[in-house]
């Protein structure tokens, strides 16, 4: 029973395209994210919505646009692909509150979804 | 959020301790000391977290300095999944979002 999963896994595309990577988690948090590893394998955050409501926007180019129909949801549409597009792009959800001690503040990926611009 | 330095790979026999440094000689008093691991390809995973104090869990130990600049990530008997890329962050505990600034990590090599 995957708690955060992607679809899908691979994509290829043209430039110039629009496509999107949905993102869904079963784990009952609160906030999720996207994060994208490069070719030199550099994992950075992209964006990150708690509650629906967005609270992380990294310098992204808003040809990236997420969207959260609901907390356990958070969908990422991407327009006018272009080859420096080309990645993994890792959902990630946590539980915001850190109210309890047994919460440890701790990201759960998914397994990523390979984008391949041509 | 302060920044941590790692040694960009090691090697380590299967079934010894695999001892993985990292310098956070300027984190601050509310910052944690956060582990993570990524198995070629896969999704990182969380492996530990501590404060000040040593940590234990079922997948590894971390030992914090007494001045807490370092810290090392300790896996007691290396098997050969355990070869990954294995990342040191530093990172307050905030409400909300939590925002994991990942750097190059320590890509860690078992060897049968």
């Known amino acids: 029973d995957t708690a955060v999963s992607q679809t899908p896994k691979y994509l290829v595309t043209q430039m110039g395209n629009d496509k999107s990577i949905k993102c869904e988690q079963n784990?009952?948090?609160?906030?999720m994210y996207w994060y994208k590893q490069d070719s030199k394998k550099f994992l950075k955050i992209m964006f990150s919505?708690?509650?629906?409501?967005?609270?992380i926007n990294e310098t992204v180019p808003n040809r990236f646009s997420p969207k959260s129909p609901d907390k356990a949801h958070l969908n990422l549409h991407i327009n006018s692909l272009e080859l420096g597009d080309s990645a993994v792009y890792f959902c990630?959800?946590?539980?915001?509150?850190?109210?309890?001690?047994?919460?440890?503040?701790?990201?759960?990926f998914g397994e990523g979804s390979r984008l391949t611009v041509l | 959020d302060a920044k941590t330095t790692q040694p960009p790979s090691m090697d380590c026999a299967e079934g010894r301790a695999a001892n993985l440094p990292c310098n956070h000689s300027?984190?601050?008093?509310?910052?944690?000391v956060y582990w993570y691991r990524q198995i070629h390809s896969q999704g990182p995973q969380y492996i530990i977290h501590?404060?000040?104090n040593n940590e234990t869990n079922e997948m590894a130990s971390l030992i914090i300095t007494e001045d807490r600049k370092s810290s090392t990530l300790i896996l007691p008997h290396a098997t050969l999944r355990d070869t990954a890329v294995y990342y040191c962050?530093?990172?307050?505990?905030?409400?909300?979002?939590?925002?994991?600034?990942f750097g190059q990590g320590t890509r860690l090599t078992i060897n049968p």
């Open positions: 990630a959800s946590s539980q915001g509150l850190l109210t309890y001690s047994t919460n440890t503040g701790e990201l759960f």
């Open positions: 784990l009952g948090h609160d906030t």
């Open positions: 919505y708690n509650n629906k409501e967005l609270i």
């Open positions: 300027t984190i601050s008093g509310n910052e944690y």
């Open positions: 501590g404060l000040k």
């Open positions: 962050i530093v990172r307050a505990r905030i409400q909300g979002a939590q925002k994991l600034v």
